[in-house]
Nanobody, 122 residues
Framework: QVQLVESGGGLVQAGGSLRLSCAASGHTFSGYALGWFRQALGKEREFVAAITRSGGNTEYADSAKGRFTISRDNAKNTVYLQMNSLKPEDTAVYYC???????????????WGQGTQVTVSA
């Protein structure tokens, strides 16, 4: 089973950018759809973005459309989330996720990363 480790979180001012990375171990990386979820303090974990096994198709939450871009490099076993025009409401712990099917909801996720904190100051 694949294991996921996120990096790239931090503190940024509103309007700024961050790129999250998620490195995977294991020989079956390309067999998983991958995605990002986030969980703000006191709120439920919510979907942000997902990408198919080949990288040919993506899906975004409405809150991420036009600002965030998900991509993957199967040769490097890594998935990325480029976040631009960040807002204070984007503040959350961001989790990388993998699924053998699709992962629009947390219940479809097979593997979670440990999470990385993103804080956007006003």
């Amino acid at each position: 089973q694949v294991q996921l480790v996120e990096s790239g979180g931090g503190l940024v001012q509103a309007g700024g950018s961050l790129r999250l990375s998620c490195a995977a171990s294991g020989h079956t990386f390309s067999g998983y759809a991958l995605g990002w979820f986030r969980q703000a303090l006191g709120k439920e974990r919510e979907f942000v973005a997902a990408i198919t096994r080949s990288g040919g198709n993506t899906e975004y939450a409405d809150s991420a459309k036009g600002r965030f871009t998900i991509s993957r490099d199967n040769a490097k076993n890594t998935v990325y989330l480029q976040m631009n025009s960040l807002k204070p409401e984007d503040t959350a712990v961001y989790y990388c996720a993998a699924s053998g099917t699709w992962l629009r909801v947390p219940s479809r996720v097979d593997v979670w990363g440990q999470g990385t904190q993103v804080t956007v100051s006003a």
